[in-house]
């Protein structure tokens, strides 16, 4: 049994002091007792999950951002598209290994992997992609939900198209036979979106998947986050996007929509009292030209939020949450829209703990019993820190500073960042170096 120590640990309760952690062998949580040192640390938090990334799109960042024309979401796929056609299962592994150690160092302590790169450069069908991405996470020490994607069309109604054709499974049957073969990695499911995949197919292709998974695996989806989607939409179904997932499907509380950058009022309060979870990606959506997620009425009624890195061109849990509360706070012209009468930052690291959660069906986002043991420390001496008391650390994180001024991070009672590096970080950055600059060239 791992025992850690804390000056200050942020439980569903709120702060409490002077506290030892009791991790069991599967890295859980299995008692929070009294402590008295030596301390592994001043201040602990729940590590913070990340529910939704595309990790090959780490190699795309800072690439295209000089101004050709009316550049939006649709001409940066065009460039993603042609990342994505070079990609091997080699490269897929160093760039995941580079991303997810970034993630830890930033305070993500788990991820949703949504993986739609499946096939290899010539074609070829089987799951060397995805464990690639199994392999990189395991050995940076990232908790991993790996979410293999159905994507079988270009558009609504619409072939796919020639940069889509390493995503596609043009038969469930095939998808299913892939799913067979990643089954030892406890995957979930994401559905693309629904210009990729058919709002009548959903249901029945949920229910071959729950047969061979199981009833209770997270359910992922691309959702309303683009206005020219929206309208395709509406042109293709009659409805909108949330409209036409709530009117095909069953969406429950196992369901995570991503984005929803662009709903209707009343799709907002069906998705909350349907139980189900909206994962916001702020930095991409700001990167990508998407817009602001109008959650104003969703957040204050109480609904289930979630935070993801996605296109992994900034990889920063503390920016993630921090432009969750400033995305409101521009569009609703006011301030402290996640905040309660103690604060910001621990209502909104808890929340998208919670939320975290549940997108990944894992036991993790708080240090609660029968929690896994993930925890991001941080310490005095961090700019960002400097002047504040213990209990307004996280304010002043969120508020002032970043993943930089993480310490230690730990994943199910292992240390695997250590005053803010992550092992063999050098070489590691070395051979991604060396293969996005080949990416580029062919």
Same mark, same amino acid.
């Given at each position: ?36 040192? &030596? ?72 991820? !949703? ?13 089987? &799951? ?7 392999? !990189? ?22 072939? &796919? ?45 949920? !229910? ?235």
């Amino acid at each position: 049994m791992t025992r850690l120590q804390f000056r200050y640990l942020l439980t569903p309760r709120g702060w409490a002091r002077d506290r030892a952690v009791a991790i069991d062998e599967a890295g859980r949580i299995e008692a929070i007792e009294d402590g008295s040192g &030596p301390w592994d640390g001043t201040l602990a938090v729940p590590g913070v999950p990340n529910a939704h990334s595309h990790v090959f799109q780490r190699a795309l960042a800072g690439r295209g951002e000089a101004r050709h024309g009316e550049d939006s979401f649709w001409s940066w796929r065009e460039a993603m598209y042609a990342l994505a056609a070079r990609i091997d299962a080699e490269d897929l592994y160093v760039i995941a290994r580079q991303a997810y150690g970034e993630m830890l160092a930033s305070g993500f302590t788990s991820v !949703a992997e949504f993986h739609y790169l499946h096939h290899a450069v010539d074609g070829a069908r089987g &799951p060397e992609q995805a464990e690639a991405v199994v392999k !990189a996470a395991r050995d940076s020490g990232i908790r991993l939900r790996l979410l293999p994607v159905l994507y079988q069309l270009g558009g609504f109604g619409r072939a &796919p198209g020639a940069g889509q054709a390493r995503f596609v499974h043009e038969r469930k049957d095939d998808f299913l036979r892939l799913l067979e073969a990643l089954k030892g990695h406890d995957p979930g499911l994401a559905f693309h979106s629904l210009r990729a995949v058919a709002p009548e197919t959903l249901s029945g292709t949920l !229910a071959d998947v729950r047969k061979l998974l199981g009833n209770d695996i997270p359910v992922h989806i691309h959702i309303a986050e683009q206005q020219r989607e929206v309208e395709d939409c509406v042109e293709a179904t009659g409805h909108s996007p949330i409209d036409a997932l709530l009117d095909a499907v069953e969406v429950d509380e196992h369901w995570s929509l991503v984005h929803a950058t662009h709903p209707r009022d009343y799709e907002l309060r069906a998705v909350r009292e349907r139980g189900a979870t909206i994962v916001v990606c702020p930095l991409t959506e700001a990167y990508l030209g998407d817009g602001l997620f109008p959650g104003r009425d969703y957040l204050a009624g109480g609904g289930s939020v979630a935070v993801g890195s996605d296109s992994n061109a900034r990889i920063d849990a503390v920016e993630e949450l921090r432009w969750l509360e400033y995305g409101q706070r521009l569009s609703d012209q006011a301030r402290a829209r996640l905040a309660d009468a103690d604060g910001l930052a621990v209502s909104l690291w808890q929340r998208a703990g919670v939320g975290g959660a549940q997108a990944l069906g894992l036991p993790v986002g708080t240090a609660a019993l029968g929690a896994m043991a993930d925890f991001v420390v941080l310490e005095p001496h961090r700019s960002s820190l400097l002047g504040h008391e213990p209990e307004q650390w996280l304010d002043a994180l969120v508020v002032a500073g970043s993943g930089a001024d993480i310490a230690d991070v730990y994943v199910g009672g292992r240390r695997v960042v250590e005053s803010g590096h992550w092992p063999r970080a050098a070489d590691i950055a070395g051979r991604y170096d060396a293969v996005v600059k080949k990416l580029m060239e062919s």
